[in-house]
């Protein structure tokens, strides 16, 4: 079986699977005779390219450091995990970070980076995956192909969306909100250079930009183009067992200056209402489609803290959140009582008017659930 495997890879049809993949300056110049030595045995890592003529040749290992690096990078977003001996140049059978290689464990990833280390690309040969993509090493987004999993995810500069460390204004507006700059630096607060009371989200993926999200002082929101549909500070959950979702940016801000940084927020606010209806199909749960992108992040949590605002849509959104990710997992926070008629809406208010040490106590006291309505 291994043996036909093998020889399937190597079969001249193989090069024409690659070749939606090459972008059109490249694909010019790829040969146009079938190369025969284009694979190798699964049980190896690498194997050498052909030339035009169908004969192995001597790999030039002249390449740019830099490209690599950032070639690097965006592979481990996807889970492509690139050792040293992954050079431009080469084939590499490696293990698909999406089906990992079926019942057998196989190297069924084929990847390449091309001489120069401009970009690379990759197609999985098991039939029930076939996950294919390419990644550039400049700022273009990498894309991911084939599989109900894959997705794509761009990398985007600090540049280029105009953004600049936060000022004495913005400084000011955070701290009559309790949160402090040392809080905003190490979540990468930023403002619009252009517009100086613009605060800028930066949202993050493995320590790459990867979106942004806009909010004026007067509380006018929208999204940068682009940006990924994910938990604003997802990094800050990776090895937690213990999570805190909550309804805003600024909330997830003000539960660090409580001392939580196991904490994320949702990108896109709270429905108008609770649904009624059966949960969608994850291809069509679009208004949570932020939560079927982190799966991987939350599948491994042992307990959800819901810290939603404290009116219909906080409401709402807790319930969603909860059908979703199982009710047994989830606790409710309720935040307390400011008056015979109120009560507190969210966790800056009450980081605002009872502090840090308060805030702490509520969502440590959050109940199941279960119990909860």
């Not at 273009?140 to 109900?148: C, Q, S, W």
């Not at 009559?176 to 809080?183: C, Q």
């Not at 605060?199 to 990867?210: C, M, P, R, S």
């Amino acid at each position: 079986m291994s043996l036909f495997r093998n020889q399937w890879l190597c079969h001249p049809l193989t090069r024409s699977l690659f070749s939606k993949l090459l972008p059109r300056t490249y694909a010019a110049v790829f040969p146009s005779r079938p190369c025969l030595v284009w694979c190798h045995s699964l049980a190896h890592a690498t194997t050498a390219p052909c030339s035009p003529d169908g004969v192995g040749q001597v790999v030039d290992n002249t390449f740019d450091a830099s490209k690599m690096k950032v070639l690097k990078q965006k592979m481990e977003l996807l889970g492509i995990s690139l050792d040293n001996s992954c050079v431009p140049g080469q084939y590499h059978n490696l293990f698909c970070p999406k089906c990992k290689g079926g019942k057998l464990e196989e190297r069924s990833l084929s990847f390449h980076i091309i001489s120069d280390g401009e970009f690379a690309m990759w197609r999985c040969f098991r039939v029930d995956c076939g996950w294919v993509g390419q990644v550039f090493a400049d700022d273009k987004e990498l894309y991911g192909e084939g599989g109900a999993n894959a997705r794509s995810y761009g990398q985007i500069a600090e540049e280029s969306l105009g953004l600049e460390p936060v000022g004495p204004k913005l400084v000011s507006y955070f701290k009559e909100r309790l949160i402090s700059e040392k809080t905003l630096n190490r979540n990468s607060v930023r403002q619009l250079s252009a517009n100086k009371t613009v605060i800028a989200f930066t949202y993050k993926q493995n320590g790459l930009l990867v979106g942004c999200k806009f909010r004026t002082i007067d509380k006018r929101f929208w999204q940068g183009k682009g940006t990924d549909k994910i938990l604003y500070g997802i990094d800050d959950i990776r090895n937690a067992d213990e999570i805190i979702i909550v309804e805003g940016e600024i909330d997830k801000l003000s539960l660090e200056e409580a001392g939580f940084q196991n904490c994320v927020s949702v990108p896109g606010g709270a429905p108008g209402k609770v649904s009624l209806k059966d949960l969608p199909p994850i291809e069509k749960d679009t208004a949570f489609q932020y939560l079927w992108n982190c799966k991987e992040y939350l599948d491994k949590v042992d307990r959800i803290i819901l810290a939603t605002d404290n009116d219909l849509p906080g409401q709402a959104l807790a319930e969603g959140l909860a059908k979703r990710l199982g009710r047994e997992r989830c606790r409710l926070v309720h935040w307390p009582k400011k008056d015979e008629f109120d009560s507190y809406k969210d966790a800056n208010e009450v980081l605002r008017y009872m502090g840090a040490d308060a805030l702490r106590r509520i969502v440590e006291n959050a109940e199941p659930y279960t119990n909860a309505n």
